[in-house]
């Protein structure tokens, strides 16, 4: 008998390896990968409750990313006598964290326990590592402990897979950030404006938005190359790059296009406020002195085109291509000034 029910606890480890894995090569979306995770561990050992806590990658603090059953809300309370919560423990211990009965046991603050966990309450909590470091923890509450006991491979290889998923799921997004974004400056690339002046155009098609695109070109650029040299040149434009970002609504999205030149989308924008906005933009290079921090006070001006939707094209080619026109208007006309398409050279302040 136990011999039978050993080969039907194998059989069911063999299936559930066998789907996370399909899982894993099947898709790179990590929702699904750790949905079907959490969901074959789930069946396996059977908890009342379980979550996921995973560690923000910018922030580098936990949060629950999905919790089922009674008492979830408890299990995020749950804190040690030290004040800790039982994930970031685990998170800072990176090892897998037992407690027999969260009712009686020592290292469990009983304040934080008080009304959500009855009788005996075993909680284990498995981290979610690679090599170097923690992604999150796998909770498990009122789960089995002879089952547990029995299958401690198996749930800490559930633990290693969620992690492959994650680690997967960071890389092709880095991947996909670096294809789009331009390194000196941390913008978009100008293969992305395309993009994303494309997609815009659409959504503006279909509601019957305008849209406006800023083209920029910093004035006389080459001089700072030549006398400060190269390294300065591009600490300079970082220094832009992220002034203009600065500058800009969260909806917004600005671009370098190509060495000194960079491109602004201002969605559901008009014409009129396009240039509200460049004229912000003007004076802000008008009043600011840049690269103080490397002991340089460097002047800079640009030179702005406007184009709109759908006054000025209605393709993502016919609105870059005149907003670009705008900005070398500007700088055939001596530089330093804003030309709106339609318009001409509208100058950098409300007549």
């Known amino acids: 008998?136990?011999?039978?029910?050993?080969?039907?606890?194998?059989?069911?480890?063999?299936?559930?390896?066998?789907?996370?894995?399909?899982?894993?090569?099947?898709?790179?979306?990590?929702?699904?990968?750790?949905?079907?995770?959490?969901?074959?561990?789930?069946?396996?050992?059977?908890?009342?409750?379980?979550?996921?806590?995973?560690?923000?990658?910018?922030?580098?603090?936990?949060?629950?990313?999905?919790?089922?059953?009674?008492?979830?809300?408890?299990?995020?309370?749950?804190r040690l006598t030290d004040g800790t919560s039982l994930a970031d423990w685990v998170i800072n211990h990176a090892e897998a964290l037992v407690i027999e009965n969260v009712n009686t046991d020592a290292s469990v603050d009983p304040d934080s326990r008080a009304g959500w966990f009855d009788g005996?309450?075993?909680?284990?909590?498995?981290?979610?590592?690679?090599?170097?470091?923690?992604?999150?923890?796998?909770?498990?509450?009122n789960i089995d402990m002879e089952v547990y006991l029995r299958s401690q491979m198996l749930l800490q290889t559930m633990a290693d897979y969620a992690a492959i998923a994650i680690e997967n799921a960071h890389s092709v997004r880095r991947i996909q950030e670096l294809s789009i974004t331009d390194d000196c400056t941390g913008l978009y690339n100008a293969r992305h404006l395309?993009?994303?002046?494309?997609?815009?155009?659409?959504r503006s098609a279909r509601f019957g938005y305008e849209f406006t695109l800023l083209f920029l070109d910093l004035d006389h650029f080459k001089r700072v190359n030549d006398q400060f040299g190269h390294i300065v040149g591009s600490k300079l434009l970082a220094q832009v790059g992220e002034s203009l970002r600065e500058s800009l609504r969260l909806v917004d999205a600005a671009f370098r296009y190509g060495g000194d030149e960079f491109a602004i989308l201002l969605p559901q924008t008009s014409r009129e406020a396009g240039?509200?906005?460049?004229?912000?933009?003007?004076?802000?290079?008008?009043?600011?002195?840049?690269?103080?921090?490397?002991?340089?006070?460097?002047?800079?001006?640009?030179?702005?085109?406007?184009?709109?939707?759908?006054?000025?094209?209605t393709t993502p080619q016919e609105i870059v291509q005149r907003a670009d026109d705008m900005m070398y208007a500007v700088k055939q006309a001596g530089r330093d000034n804003i030309a709106v398409s339609g318009v001409g050279i509208v100058g950098l302040v409300d007549d």
Do not use: N
Request: hydrophobic share 45%.
């Open 275 to 313: 240039l509200r906005v460049a004229r912000r933009i003007a004076r802000l290079f008008r009043e600011r002195l840049w690269l103080r921090e490397e002991d340089l006070q460097i002047e800079l001006r640009a030179s702005l085109g406007i184009a709109s939707y759908p006054a000025d094209g």
């Open 194 to 202: 395309f993009t994303v002046v494309g997609e815009e155009l659409h």
């Open 1 to 78: 008998m136990v011999a039978i029910q050993d080969h039907d606890r194998h059989s069911d480890e063999l299936k559930i390896f066998h789907d996370v894995a399909k899982a894993l090569t099947s898709t790179l979306d990590l929702d699904t990968i750790l949905q079907t995770i959490m969901e074959k561990m789930a069946a396996y050992f059977e908890p009342a409750t379980w979550s996921l806590v995973m560690v923000d990658d910018t922030s580098h603090e936990s949060y629950c990313a999905a919790s089922v059953g009674r008492g979830a809300e408890g299990l995020a309370r749950l």
């Open 120 to 141: 005996s309450c075993p909680v284990v909590c498995v981290p979610v590592r690679t090599s170097s470091r923690v992604l999150g923890v796998i909770e498990l509450v």
